[in-house]
């Protein structure tokens, strides 16, 4: 028990953190001013729950004694004073339509706050995964603790449920606490006292209720604290499951020409069996829980009852009186065993909390982990490499103590084996790659890599071509030669078509439309890693031709298999972690 309520209590300070942002905001006022409507509306609701207590109460000691004109009265009057009674009491028609208003206001505020909140959080949270590489340097981490699971879901779905959860939990609780208070006096007021073992208890029925109460918090927690880490890890595997769905549907054709459905059908299999068997886990352990809480709560309902019985039948209290002691011990008793029934809620709220943390946590370590590896210096007039070592995540060096310079107008050709790391030394030249020392110089002006498989953004074909840039800036005229210059003007009629173009286009016409973009960006280097290795012999002295043609002001460093690319080009080798020159 002590472990879970000091896992609860961890997840408290937690959600703080992460909801402390937003309320010191800009919007900090706007979410503040909502903030304080919806608690306003929310402690208004309650004292019109303590109206309706009393208004029970004179309308059933009006039925007890057959006042006619009372009980009509008190449904329909607007407001009425009753004999004996300290305040005018409304109709149950207004109370009604008041009660109405209050409670769709305050539902509908709380979802504008809600809206709003995740809103902002997702912003800064896209905003931080994406500033500085996190999500690159994520998934370079070798270390588990620093690894975290699909952040798709974590900034669509877990930013949802922590903002709908943490304002319906807080609320709740808010309110329950305000119904505590304002019914205990209630309480204790209107149950009397009662002897036990010859000492006199005023109020008892308060002392019942908090008995009842915590007997039912006891269980619960022996019973459900196992929940906890069930649901995190459901939540973790649903997603590990849809995103085994994703691969299936973004690679069709891959999957289709290996005959790889059986593989396919095994890994989803043994995802959803995880996913089964978790949740079965959950059902066990929310069976036991639900015995437990539903008991509580149907109990609860004629507890009251059981109790306050011998004082009705020694006339100490009235029909009225009968009627009005279980609701308002039912709203104490409720307040009180808030986290009994909420129970439930606030297992899922904790593991949505934990995920969000560690998701934060790991992006900060990343976008401190963006600052490692290889310095690169202030752009100069040559690309230069000075020491530069470069290892792999796990240590294995790639590349040691190497030093280049490369001149503008000077094209440069990079071989080596599988793995000796070309494609690391471009990602280190780019300025992302996180691991080794040395520095990095660029050079002046506009650099564009195009990777071997290159990368589709959402949207129209257009954009497609015209990615990174952005599509207003660039003529239609101009992206249809770009595409004629490349082979592919048969798409030219459909620049405003949005598809998955990834899996539309052969993996050569992929290539070639990339080949596309460096055309209309015209940027000062290129650097191609086997850029065009997708490409047969005739569509490869085709495009060289184009880059000879369209980009004779660009300086183009090629990672190739082809051969030379444009003539007279400077040929370097790496091999043995370093880099040679190789005679043409």
């Not at 304002?167 to 609780?173: A, K, N, R, V, Y």
């Not at 022996?222 to 590990?240: S, W």
């Not at 306050?308 to 279980?326: D, V």
């Not at 052969?506 to 015209?522: D, H, K, P, T, V």
């Amino acid at each position: 028990m002590r472990h879970t309520m000091t896992n609860f209590i961890t997840g408290l300070g937690e959600a703080w953190s992460l909801a402390k942002p937003y309320f010191g905001s800009e919007e900090r006022w706007a979410a503040f001013v909502l903030l304080g409507a919806v608690i306003g509306l929310n402690l208004l609701l309650v004292g019109l729950n303590v109206v309706l207590t009393y208004w029970n109460n004179d309308f059933f000691n009006a039925i007890q004694v057959y006042d006619q004109k009372t009980v009509v009265d008190l449904l329909y009057y607007p407001l009425l004073t009753i004999k004996g009674a300290r305040y005018p009491m409304p109709g149950f028609a207004e109370l009604v339509v008041v009660y109405i208003l209050i409670a769709v206001y305050a539902f509908y505020l709380n979802q504008m706050l809600q809206i709003k909140w995740r809103q902002w959080l997702t912003t800064h949270y896209v905003e931080n995964w994406l500033s500085e590489r996190a999500y690159y340097n994520i998934s370079l981490s070798q270390s588990r603790s620093a690894i975290i699971d699909n952040p798709d879901q974590r900034i669509s779905e877990d930013l949802r449920d922590f903002t709908a959860n943490s304002l319906s939990l807080g609320m709740d609780f808010i309110t329950n606490v305000v119904t505590l208070f304002s019914f205990v006096f209630v309480l204790y007021e209107i149950s009397g006292s009662v002897k036990l073992f010859g000492f006199t208890i005023p109020g008892y029925m308060v002392w019942v209720a908090i008995l009842y109460s915590a007997a039912g918090t006891l269980f619960t927690q022996l019973i459900g604290r196992k929940l906890v880490p069930l649901a995190f890890n459901q939540q973790r595997l649903e997603a590990d499951f849809r995103y085994s769905l994703v691969r299936v549907r973004e690679n069709p054709e891959a999957i289709a020409l290996y005959r790889g459905e059986a593989d396919e059908r095994a890994t989803l299999g043994e995802r959803f069996q995880a996913v089964r068997d978790n949740f079965w886990a959950i059902m066990r352990r929310t069976k036991l829980l639900n015995f437990f809480t539903i008991g509580f709560t149907q109990i609860a309902n004629i507890f009251p009852l059981v109790v306050i019985l011998p004082r009705y039948f020694a006339k100490a209290i009235g029909l009225g009186g009968l009627s009005q002691i279980p609701m308002v011990f039912g709203q104490v008793q409720g307040a009180l065993s808030w986290f009994v029934t909420s129970y439930p809620n606030l297992v899922t709220w904790r593991a949505t909390v934990s995920r969000l943390y560690g998701f934060r946590e790991a992006v900060a370590a990343a976008r401190i982990a963006a600052a490692a590896g290889p310095q690169v210096g202030a752009p100069g007039a040559m690309l230069t490499l000075n020491g530069l070592t470069l290892t792999l995540p796990d240590g294995r060096c790639l590349l040691d103590h190497a030093s280049l310079t490369l001149r503008p107008g000077e094209p440069v050709l990079l071989t080596g084996a599988s793995g000796a790391g070309k494609s690391t030394l471009f990602r280190a030249i780019a300025g992302i790659w996180p691991f080794g020392q040395g520095s990095i110089t660029p050079p002046k002006g506009s650099l564009l890599f195009l990777p071997q498989k290159p990368y589709f953004p959402l949207g129209s074909l257009k954009r497609t071509v015209t990615y990174p840039g952005a599509e207003q800036d660039v003529t239609d005229d101009t992206v249809r030669a770009a595409l004629a210059d490349v082979g592919l003007e048969r798409l030219a009629p459909r620049l405003g078509e949005t598809e998955n173009w990834s899996l539309i286009l052969s993996g050569g016409e992929q290539q070639r439309l990339a080949i596309a973009r460096a055309i209309i960006a015209q940027p000062d280097w290129l650097f191609l890693d086997e850029a065009i290795s997708a490409l047969d012999a005739a569509a490869v002295e085709k495009i060289q031709a184009v880059l000879r043609e369209k980009l004779s002001g660009t300086t183009i460093v090629a990672i190739s298999h082809h051969g030379g690319i444009i003539p007279g080009q400077r040929h370097l080798a790496l091999a043995g972690r370093g880099l040679a020159e190789v005679d043409a």
